[in-house]
T-cell receptor, first 115, second 113 residues
Framework: EAGVAQSPRYKIIEKRQSVAFWCNPI?????LYWYQQILGQGPKLLIQ????????DSQLPKDRFSAERLKGVDSTLKIQPAKLEDSAVYLC?????????????FGPGTRLTVT | QQQVKQSPQSLIVQKGGISIINCAYE??????FPWYQQFPGKGPALLIA?????SEKKEGRFTISFNKSAKQFSLHIMDSQPGDSATYFC????????????FGPGTRLSVLP
């Protein structure tokens, strides 16, 4: 089965610009996650969707970050305006279901550099 | 309380040696402890996981040891190989609902040939 797809793989923008990342989860996976991984740190959950509803966005900086999963399949994460500290790898992951220890499958990530 | 501490930050091991990575937590509500392996340019991939009702789980060359009273768990990689060179993250999750994992900061393992 195809894995989690993300695009673009790399993005360089200037501060105060906007950027969007796209994620297509594994087919049939109801739960989708966006993580931020700053260099040298573990991934930090930004937002979690179950189908097209938000389950947890408590760590999403909502003044500049937004995410949607309108049809319950693919998802977009947007940053507007970007700050230098947003430089990180943005990982998308999906799992079959929300409840239980279902494995999360991660995509390759999008490396964002804000200059 | 939501933190997971991980050590060492980096580790160099000779081929055939044992790699040991340690993690500690405070939140007693954590009930699922996975380890992820991440290669450069790739997303993390689940390696092995354990629940606190067992003290050890082994899968091939990889073993998790779990000490509930000390709130510590560790990953042992036996007969380490150069192909094991990667960054390893421990993680923890509270509750059976949701997949909100808290990740450790990672350990960069280098296995010398």
């Amino acid at each position: 089965e195809a894995g989690v797809a993300q695009s673009p793989r790399y993005k360089i923008i200037e501060k105060r610009q906007s950027v969007a990342f796209w994620c297509n989860p594994i087919s049939g996976h109801a739960t989708l996650y966006w993580y931020q991984q700053i260099l040298g740190q573990g991934p930090k959950l930004l937002i979690q969707f179950q189908n097209n509803g938000v389950v947890d966005d408590s760590q999403l900086p909502k003044d500049r970050f937004s995410a949607e999963r309108l049809k319950g399949v693919d998802s977009t994460l947007k940053i507007q305006p970007a700050k230098l500290e947003d430089s990180a790898v943005y990982l998308c992951a999906s799992s079959a279901r929300l409840a239980g220890p279902y494995e999360q499958y991660f995509g390759p990530g999008t490396r964002l550099t804000v200059t | 309380q939501q933190q997971v501490k991980q050590s060492p930050q980096s580790l160099i091991v000779q081929k055939g040696g044992i790699s040991i990575i340690n993690c500690a937590y405070e939140n007693t509500a954590f009930d699922y402890f996975p380890w992820y392996q991440q290669f450069p340019g790739k997303g993390p991939a689940l390696l092995i996981a354990i629940r606190p009702d067992v003290s050890e789980k082994k899968e091939g060359r990889f073993t998790i040891s779990f000490n509930k009273s000390a709130k510590q768990f560790s990953l042992h990689i036996m007969d380490s190989q150069p192909g094991d060179s990667a960054t390893y993250f421990c993680a923890a999750r509270a509750g059976n609902y949701g997949q909100n994992f808290v990740f450790g900061p990672g350990t960069r393992l280098s296995v010398l040939p």
